[in-house]
């Protein structure tokens, strides 16, 4: 019997009974389906070989003519979909195609507060996979570093609204918050179903801010936003100068912890320059980014093995560093390196 939820290994195992991705298609269109929505059908189908290596550009056309989208195009008919990547005729082919993020009727208005009060306005068709997004890049997920905070509570506006509307209502949204004096994540005013920009305070109302309070530490707790902006960007010192008290020397253990914050050396100087500046005086920065992984490169199987090693189960590797699991799992390497792991409580 197969699987009613497939898994990833269930998926590569499924693959392995097949010799053809025409073969895996028609006897197991759920996982065949499921591997492309995942994007996984080029890792657990590289053992197979093509029934049909060489398509006329009149059969691409006439197949694209019948799907609406490209991901529809790239699920139903994987050869040709390729094929006419490889010979120039995709984007005649897809043409007609809508993408497939502005379905009608099926966007939403969300709102993210966090525990500090700022919040954060968004449009999506899939809140499962935008979320998935702000916890791992982007505008809120570059806040949450800055801050420390990992939580929010997600409110969900309005629901099926076509692309126009959800557009509009954001714009309305973000613009209601502004009247109210709510301090807001979004770096531009809204309506758009990309990608926002950085968090930003100019130094002005990081200096104003400042001065509400009177040591480093109501600061850090009373306005995490313009507490992070002023590490960030220098003004840290200027804006503390009227605060009573020094600030404690960093310990090497100190550091350590900060650095922790940090998946590779990239993030921890961008984020938090300070600290890394002071690392690198002190000659211990090797030493406190002794966990990261190296930033723009592949990785290594030692490097998966080293990562692995940080969790206990299966389950945290995948949370904590879901890109070092996948590349385990695909290179046939996550039983190896989980090997230390204890199973999954049931």
Known sequence: MKPTKWTNEA??????????????????????????????????????????????????????????????????????????????????ATAHMHRAETGMGKHLIYRLTFPTGEVYFGLSCSIESRLRYHRRRGTVYEFMLLTGQTTFTLTILEQDLSPDEARTQELWYIAQAVAEAL?????????????FGRLHLSRESVLAR????????????????????????????????????????????????????HKTRGEFQKLDR????????????????????????KHSDADLARVAA?????????????????????????????THMRPAAS
């Not at 002190?282 to 930033?295: K, N």
Request: glycine share 8%; aromatic share 10%.
């Open 11 to 92: 998926l590569r195992a499924e693959a392995a009974k097949y010799s053809s991705r025409e073969d895996f298609k028609k006897d197991s269109p759920s996982a065949y389906t499921t591997a492309a929505k995942r994007d996984l059908l080029k890792a657990i189908t590289g053992h197979m070989r093509s029934k049909r290596t060489a398509w006329t550009k009149q059969e691409v056309m006439w197949l694209s003519a019948g799907c609406s989208t490209k991901m529809e195009f790239r699920t139903n008919h994987i050869g040709a979909h390729e094929y006419a990547r490889r010979h120039g005729w995709f984007a005649e």
């Open 183 to 195: 301090t807001l994540i979004n770096r531009h005013p809204g309506g758009g179903l990309g990608a």
């Open 210 to 261: 400042a001065k509400k309070f009177s040591s480093r530490q109501q600061f850090r707790d009373g306005d995490r936003v313009a507490y992070a902006q002023a590490k960030r960007m220098g003004w840290f010192d200027e804006a503390c100068r009227h605060m009573g008290g020094q600030r404690r020397s960093l310990t090497t253990a100190d550091l350590l912890l900060i650095a922790r914050r």
């Open 274 to 297: 300070a600290t890394y500046a002071l690392a690198f005086q002190r000659g211990v920065l090797d030493e406190v980014c002794q966990h990261m992984v190296p930033a723009r490169r």
């Open 310 to 338: 940080q969790f206990a189960t299966r389950t945290e590797f995948q949370k904590g560093d879901p890109g070092a699991y996948d590349t385990a799992w695909s290179r046939g390497l996550l039983d190896s390196v989980c």
